[in-house]
């Protein structure tokens, strides 16, 4: 098509901030940024789901490709799409309106500056997943940290410049390596083009380090035991609309770059890593899991949550299976509406009580029960129940690791057991139970607006659980056409 689509995507979002940007700040303003933002975002929603719409299913070629000069002779803005990107497009767009609803009570002051680090970030975070040179991916997930450390920095808790910089730092360090190592593709390869570099391929003795510099970025972003302290701390302090936007969209970004650049650039590394990847995601999944089952505040235990999900994600993609592969991208677009509909559960009972502590609730379920049918839908599909998006995920990763090593599968099956144990004990404590703290006898139950939110969320977690026909037919040809692509590689270098 001439429309360029995926542009559209990207700067929608830009030039709906820019509109805010020049719009006076005041509480009388307030009304109209807020829906200016929620009707940028929206448009993008429903133009990424015209995109999906076009898609083409049937090819693992990448679409809708747009590329043009940029830095001559060295750096090409190239985007596209194909079965693994466009679904992660479509759940960005699809949580950015969700957040800027949610924030009617959480969000006190400077609500303009707000809402325009939300819709910048959504360009990047678009940007991302679209990417078809190194240096764009790159500028792409780097600037994304910016909105997010001004977000927990600025509207955050009373930890939040700690917080804001442990997150920031982290994440830059983590990063230059991986800055370091896309110069030396080029240097090596003479180009940063994906598409080039798929069919060029990457010269076996460099592989290793070049995946590794890789690593020390998607590690941590992920974020993969060790250095995962970073995300309960941001999670905390975070504003609720800020949690959900770092749970359910920036860890999936170092996810997908798994997927596309350390297994389509560097099969062979990722060959001799994946005992390397198999040993920390199941420590993660395991000490975490653990850890979740002492937190206090219920943020921390989401966030410690994350991580134990973002192992069963690195543990699929590296079985280098099609139930493996599948199941991850699946996991991760489940946890993307999951860990949101959670934090956003945390953020309705936080804006009635100002309190995060599991110890000051108690018989919600007589009180407002609207709220507590939701929250179990949402319990129950982090723990993987069949007919839930979490079984669907968890289900496929655990039968390509059983292929792949039993004994990991089965410390792994562990981690299911321990993750039902700390999801049902924190909704049993908050949910059922005596009504001991009287003060929660005059909260409301949900609004319109966070019922509209949360049966939002629900709607697609239910539906792709028992139908998640329309997810296959998108990501299975070019899951299949990455596997033989490794597979060639491997067996030719």
Known sequence: MDFPIISALILLPTIGSLFLFFTKSNNESNFTVKYVALFTSLVNFMLSIYLWYLFDQN???????????????????KVGVDGISILFIVLTTFITPLCIISINNSIKFRLRDFLIAVLIMESFMIGVFCSLDLIIFYLFFEA??????????????????????????????GSVLMLVAIISIYWISGTTDVIKLYQLGIDPKYQNLLWLAFFSSFAVKTPMWPVHTWLPDAHVEAPTAGSVLLAAILLKM?????????LGLFPLASELFTPLIYLLSVIAIIFTSLIALMQD??????????????GFVTLGIFTIQQQGIEGSIIQMLSHGLVSAALFLCVGVVYDRMHSRLINTYGGLISIIPKYSVLFMVF?????????????????LILMGVFNDNILVAVIASVGVILGAAYILWLYKR????????????????LNKSEYFILVSLAIPILFFGFYPEPIFNTIEVSVDNLITMYSFNLTNK
């Open 144 to 173: 994304g940290l910016i909105p997010m450390f001004l977000i927990i920095g600025i509207w955050g808790g009373q930890r939040r410049v700690y917080s804001a910089f442990k997150f920031f730092l982290y994440t830059l360090l």
């Open 59 to 77: 090819t693992s070629e990448f679409q809708f490709v747009e590329e043009r000069e940029w830095v001559a002779g060295f750096v090409n803005y």
């Open 379 to 395: 319990t129950l599909a982090s723990l993987g129940l069949p007919g839930t998006t979490g079984f669907v995920g968890e289900f």
């Open 254 to 262: 170092a996810g997908y770059g798994f997927i596309r650049f350390s």
């Open 430 to 445: 908050v949910v059922f139970g005596k009504l001991i703290n009287k003060d929660l006898e005059k909260m409301i139950d």
């Open 297 to 310: 505040d219920m943020k921390k235990l989401i966030a410690y949550s994350s991580v134990a999900h973002m």
